[in-house]
């Protein structure tokens, strides 16, 4: 199999040339860290958020969705904290005027020297076969510990400057360390200074009337600045949450990284409002519901980790992600963050707007305590889609590409296939079609050899194919292709509603 940066770029690939993800504007060269989605990827997309909106809305009785505007009044990005603290560090080089997030530049620096010690343990490995202690070795070779320490000083100095906003020793160190600039190779560096991450647009006419408005970095506000409409007009009783998912927008400086990083993404949220003291019995309970919604898609466990942070944001009591195996490494699929009442006190003090509960069982008003489920939409899609991207070497020696896309989430459920296009059997093949496609959405196919066919439909993760044959003209029956194990079954066509229905019944636990 390819390595994981070779894999990623056929992952890349594919979604392009099979109708998943198409960079945007790309006749006139594209627009950085921009993404289209194509004809598959935007069935794969609803597919994925309308199994979040069940398990987080439908399933749960005191949960209910809104779907707010991505403008906003400006004040709630004051309240929020997002205008003075959604910053990261930046550092231009002079000679490429190319600019970069200081952070990046130095885990990137990190990031070469664990590289060193990755390939130190697999020449080891190479050398002692069978009986290499991979662990004892990481912890006692010199010179790998030459290099772990060397990573534990930089990370400490690092987060201690950013920590304390120290931006002229953070540039000092990118300068020690002898970071270049990887356009020019210079290492002729600006200060590092902070740089909001929000776009900003007019709204209104004439520029002196014009209001400066932001587009939404995060969904979250939305919910926020709504809590007591959606409190009052569905008689909310506390704990209950509101759910949304929508748009957010970030200026993001270094977006490589296909979808992972994007600077027009969709957000998938849901802040759940509790009472004082209890936030954090409820953040252990999301903790464990979010993970039982990954794992329910049938993804190995072992491609999940939860990462518990340590070092909190200001308005914070518990905070942890959901970390995914992606081909890039381990890395933040979704955040569950125990947010104190630190958003509705500040909405409550900058709108002058009380926002409280009166709760019938304490006979007391407080304003409520909030756990926050947040994940991106884009993120999991690429979650979906790497997990699922696979070359199979067949019998014949030919390669097979397939996604292995959990059935529920198929961009496609079903192809119809008639073997050969005469002898009626491309009409039988429509018939089925046209009583399937009410329920699923179904591809039909009549166009080259059968054996094609299948192969475009793995590409694209079609779990199961129809093939219509000779014999279902005279005994009623199809043949239907299990697209993972390319084994096939003969069923009666009127058993195939009640067959698929089993297929894709969602598995709740
Ligand atoms: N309301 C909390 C919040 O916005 P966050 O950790 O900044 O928290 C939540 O973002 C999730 O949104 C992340 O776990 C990630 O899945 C997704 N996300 C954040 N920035 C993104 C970006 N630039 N591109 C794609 N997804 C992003």
């Known amino acids: 199999m390819a390595n994981n940066e070779e894999l990623f770029k056929k992952i890349i690939s594919h979604a392009k040339e099979y109708g998943f993800v198409f960079p945007s504007s790309e006749i006139y060269d594209g627009l950085s860290a921009v993404y289209d989605y194509g004809q598959y990827g935007v069935e794969l997309k609803n597919n994925i958020r309308s ?4 398990w987080m809305v439908q399933y749960n009785e005191n949960i209910v969705g809104i779907d707010s505007a991505i403008f906003m009044h400006p004040t709630i990005w004051k309240a ?43 020449k080891a490995s190479q050398r002692f076969g069978e009986t290499f202690d991979e662990k004892l070795y990481r912890e006692t070779n010199p010179r790998v510990s030459e290099y772990q320490n060397k990573i534990d000083d930089i990370k400490s100095r690092f987060y201690t400057m950013l920590d304390k906003g120290e931006f002229d020793g953070i540039k000092t160190l990118i300068e020690e360390l002898g ?10 560096w600006t200060e590092v200074r902070q740089f909001n991450l929000m ?52 200026n993001e400086i270094v977006a490589r990284q296909f979808i992972f990083r994007m600077r027009e993404f969709e957000q998938m949220e849901m802040q759940f409002f ?10 252990e309970y999301w903790k464990e519901h979010r993970m039982k919604w990954h794992l329910s898609l049938g993804i190995a466990p072992s491609k999940y980790r939860f990462h518990v942070h340590e070092k909190l944001a200001h308005y914070a009591n518990a905070a942890s992600d959901i970390e995914f195996d992606f081909p890039i490494g381990f890395k933040e699929l979704e955040g569950i963050h125990s947010r104190t009442d630190f958003d ?25 305590y909030v756990v926050e489920t947040s994940i991106g939409l884009d993120r999991m899609f690429l979650a ?16 097979r590409e397939v996604l292995n896309i959990p059935p529920i989430l198929a961009p496609v459920k079903i192809a119809v296939l008639p073997l050969i296009k005469k002898d009626g059997l491309p009409e039988k093949a429509r018939q089925i079609f046209d009583m399937l496609k009410y329920d699923y959405m179904c591809q039909f196919d009549e166009k080259d050899a059968i054996g094609r066919r299948y192969r475009r439909q793995d590409a694209i993760g079609t779990p199961f194919c129809i093939t219509v044959d000779n014999e279902t003209l005279n005994e009623n029956t199809v043949t239907v292709r299990f697209r993972d194990t390319m084994l096939q079954d003969r069923i009666v066509i009127e058993n195939l509603p009640l ?10 636990g």
């Not at 970071?179 to 002729?188: A, E, L």
């Not at 509790?274 to 953040?283: A, N």
């Not at 067959?499 to 709740?508: L, S």
Request: some cysteine.
């Open 51 to 54: 199994y979040w909106w069940k």
């Open 80 to 122: 929020s904290g997002h205008v003075d603290a959604f910053n990261d560090p930046m550092i231009d080089n002079k000679d490429s005027k190319k600019r970069y997030r200081a952070d990046v530049l130095v885990e990137d620096h990190i990031a070469k020297i664990e590289d060193k010690i990755e390939k130190e343990v697999t």
């Open 179 to 188: 970071i270049v600039c990887p356009v020019s190779g210079s290492k002729n």
């Open 199 to 250: 776009f900003s647009t007019q709204m209104g006419s004439v520029s002196e009337d014009s209001n400066t408005l932001y587009l939404r970095p995060e969904t979250a506000q939305g919910i926020f600045v709504n809590f007591l409409n959606v409190m009052k007009s569905g008689r909310m009783k506390v704990p209950f949450g509101i759910a949304q998912a929508g748009k957010a927008f970030r």
């Open 274 to 283: 509790v009472r004082p003291g209890e936030e954090l019995k409820w953040y």
């Open 344 to 368: 509705l006190n500040a909405h409550q003090q900058f709108s002058g707007k009380k926002l409280q509960y009166f709760d019938p069982e304490t006979n007391e008003s407080y304003v409520p």
């Open 384 to 399: 979906i889609l790497s997990n699922s991207y696979k070359e199979e070497k067949l019998e014949d020696g030919s390669i």
């Open 499 to 508: 067959f698929f229905r089993e297929k894709f019944a969602i598995n709740i």
